[in-house]
């Protein structure tokens, strides 16, 4: 039966995470070693660099499509827990006791440490590159919530089923998520999610053909050329690495070491950054949903606000 890590009910655990974490680094956005040009534009490299601490702030910025698709975090609290108190509500009624799931931990549905393998020495020097891999839930939300799933399981069929419906897609759950959302599986089912799912890869693909992105793309591997390490690209350097079941080598660290020097004395990922984030805006300007979905998601917070929190 589905439980808050596995159900697509919980938006900020769905497939697209599970591919990254499987990816990792090795597939997380760009190649652009073909678009690299001979000249690098002074402009590029003067409003890439910035200090570390600016490197490490940038780390918590949302991209404008995440900003579109995901309520704020107060908001998202308001929605779980209006759907909470209406699930609770339905069992009640069925004669079941109903047992929420602990808060859920801030996420970003585009992280940028994974996105764009952000990296610093320190990290490196310990982990490798290990640090840009998605770590996953804290362990004690995880152990509350497999606890939870495992009380839940030993209430037997007739209890699973009426929260979960026969085939794991309805029951009270299903049937609350549809009167906050509009669909049973929350933020997923409001019309016009996919598709702009689909801009993130878009942008993704108009990043790899950037000119800014090139630039700094053939700074980064000239300094690492420099130090000995030759990649056309940041995004295959972690890839000997980052292989299933291998453990962090002292190859892997002095390479990982070398590799975010280079990337905070050519300020890599303020350049990712800022590019990304032009690409989405035009790509937002232009999209005929976004104006819909974020009329949709507004009227959701505001049925969750009317219905209130499980007290």
Not at 4 to 9: D, F
Not at 177 to 182: P, Q, V
Not at 230 to 252: C, Q, R
């Amino acid at each position: 039966m589905p439980s808050r890590l596995s159900s697509p009910h919980a938006p900020r655990h769905g497939a697209w995470r599970a591919a990254v974490a499987a990816c990792a680094a090795t597939c997380t956005f760009i190649s652009c070693s073909s678009a690299s040009s001979d000249q690098e534009d002074p402009a590029i490299t003067s409003r890439a660099l910035g200090s570390a601490s600016d490197r490490a702030a940038l780390v918590g910025e949302a991209l404008p499509l995440e900003l579109v698709l995901t309520p704020a975090e107060a908001d998202y609290s308001a929605l779980d827990a209006a759907v909470d108190l209406l699930i609770d509500q339905c069992m009640t009624a069925r004669g079941y006791e109903y047992e929420p799931y602990p808060p859920r931990p801030p996420r970003h549905l585009l992280d940028l440490r994974v996105r764009y393998g952000y990296l610093t020495a320190d990290e490196a020097a310990t982990a490798g590159y290990r640090s840009t891999i998605p770590s996953g839930e804290p362990p004690q939300y995880l152990a509350e919530v497999e606890k939870i799933d495992r009380d839940r399981d030993a209430e037997g069929p007739d209890y699973l089923e009426a929260l979960f419906g026969p085939n794991g897609d309805g029951g009270c759950r299903a049937d609350a998520s549809t009167e906050i959302w509009g669909g049973p599986t929350g933020l997923s089912s409001v019309p016009g999610y996919e598709d702009l799912i689909q801009l993130t890869v878009q942008a993704r693909d108009l990043l790899q053909s950037d000119p800014d992105v090139a630039s700094v793309d053939r700074s980064w591997s000239i300094c690492m050329a420099d130090r000995g390490y030759h990649f056309d690209s940041w995004i295959d350097a972690p890839v000997p690495f980052l292989l299933p079941g291998s453990d962090v080598s002292t190859a892997e660290i002095e390479q990982a070491t070398v590799d975010a020097e280079c990337r905070e004395s050519v300020g890599l990922e303020p350049v990712l950054f800022a590019t990304e984030t032009r690409i989405q805006t035009e790509l937002i300007a232009e999209s005929p949903l976004v104006d819909g979905f974020s009329e949709q998601i507004s009227a959701a917070i505001a049925r969750a606000k009317k219905t209130g929190p499980l007290s």
